[in-house]
């Protein structure tokens, strides 16, 4: 399991629109698998999920999103799972960390801060 936390200067729905770019349409695997979004008054969360295969763990991993502006600043949270080969052993060759990190590398233009 791989967790990346950072704070962007765009609006939720800006940051999702991003990732989603550069998850699903800039790579042959990435999917999106579920989106939730609620907006209350100028407050907004989105919870997106994400797949995509990765080769070196011959499975798809899954990419959980939240994006939320609760606190008057865009927060990003990005957790990783799924993407280990073993029944018991939860090694995944990187595939985690790669896609957690895929996240920091849509929104690098945008980030202000860590969490």
Known sequence: MA???????????EAMDAI????????????LVDQHVRRIGEHEVYVVILEKYYMRSSNRAS?????????????VHAVAAGGSEGVFF????????????SVEHALRPYIIGGE
Do not use: H, M, Q
């Open 3 to 13: 967790v990346r936390e950072f704070i962007v200067n765009v609006s939720p729905k």
């Open 20 to 31: 989603e770019n550069y998850v699903v349409k800039g790579s042959i695997s990435g999917t």
């Open 90 to 101: 939860r090694f995944d060759w990187g595939a985690g960390n790669n896609f957690a990190n």
């Open 63 to 75: 990419l959980t999103v939240t994006i939320d502006n609760f606190d008057g600043k865009t927060k």
